[in-house]
C-alpha cells in the first residue's frame, strides 16, 4: 500500500507544518474549532436528549486531517455503527484541517456506552489510534476512562501512559506515523488475505 500520510498533506508536509509550532492564528483557528465542536454537541443534546460520541483521531501535529487518518476513522466506524447499529440516532461525518470527527448521537447509558467505546479501542486493530469521547445528555465533560476504573489510555510506541510521552515528547513525530502507516498497512493485507 502507498504511504498515506504524505498523498493528501503533501503541500504540509513541503510547509514543514505538520510539526509546525504554535502560532497566534494556528492557536485561534483550533480554539473555533474546538467552540464549534462544544456548540455542535450541546444543539444534538437539546435536539436528541440523549449521549453525544464524538469518534476522532489520535494524530501527532497539529494538521491531523489526511488520507491516513480518514482511511483509520473509516474503518473503525464500520465497527462501530455495526455494535451500535441500532441505537443511533444521528450521525455526521465532520472533515476539518484539525482532524475529522464523527458525531453520533445513540440511544443508551453513557457509562455503558462508555465501556463498549473502550472496548472498541482496546480491541479493534486500529483502536490505539482513535479517541471516543461519550458526553451524558446533562454533563458538560465527557466521561473519562479512570471513571470507569480503567487505566489511562497507553501509548502505541513503548506502553507508557500516553499522556505523558505526549506531554514529554517523548516519541519523534514521524515515528508516531510511521508505525500508524505500518499497522494501517498489516490491516489491509490481513483483510485482504481473509477475503481471498
Same mark, same amino acid.
Given at each position: 500500500m502507498e504511504n498515506l500520510r504524505t498523498k493528501d498533506n503533501s503541500e504540509y508536509v513541503e510547509l514543514g507544518l505538520l510539526e509546525k509550532k504554535m502560532t497566534s492564528e494556528l492557536f485561534e483557528e483550533i480554539q473555533k474549532y474546538r467552540i464549534r465542536k462544544c456548540q455542535r454537541i450541546e444543539g444534538l443534546h437539546k435536539e436528541y436528549n440523549a449521549p453525544v460520541i464524538t469518534l476522532?483521531? /489520535?494524530?501527532?501535529?497539529?494538521?491531523? /486531517? /489526511?488520507?491516513?487518518?480518514?482511511?483509520?476513522?473509516?474503518?473503525?466506524? #464500520?465497527?462501530?455503527?455495526?455494535?451500535?447499529? #441500532? #441505537?443511533?440516532?444521528?450521525?455526521?461525518?465532520?472533515?476539518?484541517?484539525?482532524?475529522?470527527?464523527?458525531?453520533? $448521537? =445513540? #440511544?443508551? *447509558?453513557?457509562?455503558?456506552?462508555?465501556? /463498549?467505546?473502550?472496548?472498541?479501542?482496546?480491541?479493534? *486493530?486500529?483502536?490505539? +489510534?482513535?479517541? $471516543? *469521547? =461519550?458526553?451524558?445528555?446533562?454533563?458538560? +465533560?465527557?466521561?473519562?476512562?479512570?471513571?470507569?476504573s480503567h487505566e489511562p489510555r497507553k501509548c502505541y510506541l513503548c506502553n507508557e501512559d500516553a499522556t505523558l510521552c505526549e506531554k514529554n515528547k517523548t516519541h519523534d513525530h514521524s515515528e508516531l506515523i510511521d508505525f500508524m502507516q505500518k499497522k494501517v498497512d498489516e490491516y489491509f493485507k490481513h483483510n485482504l488475505e481473509k477475503i481471498h
Open positions: 476522532g483521531i /489520535n494524530y501527532p501535529g497539529i494538521i491531523k /486531517n /489526511n488520507e491516513l487518518t480518514e482511511l483509520i476513522l473509516t474503518e473503525v466506524a #464500520k465497527q462501530f455503527e455495526e455494535i451500535f447499529q #441500532k #441505537k443511533i440516532l444521528y450521525s455526521k461525518f465532520c472533515s476539518m484541517k484539525e482532524g475529522s470527527v464523527i458525531y453520533y $448521537v =445513540v #440511544k443508551g *447509558d453513557s457509562r455503558t456506552l462508555k465501556e /463498549n467505546t473502550i472496548y472498541l479501542e482496546q480491541n479493534h *486493530d486500529l483502536g490505539c +489510534f482513535i479517541n $471516543v *469521547d =461519550v458526553f451524558d445528555h446533562d454533563e458538560e +465533560f465527557p466521561i473519562t476512562r479512570i471513571e470507569l
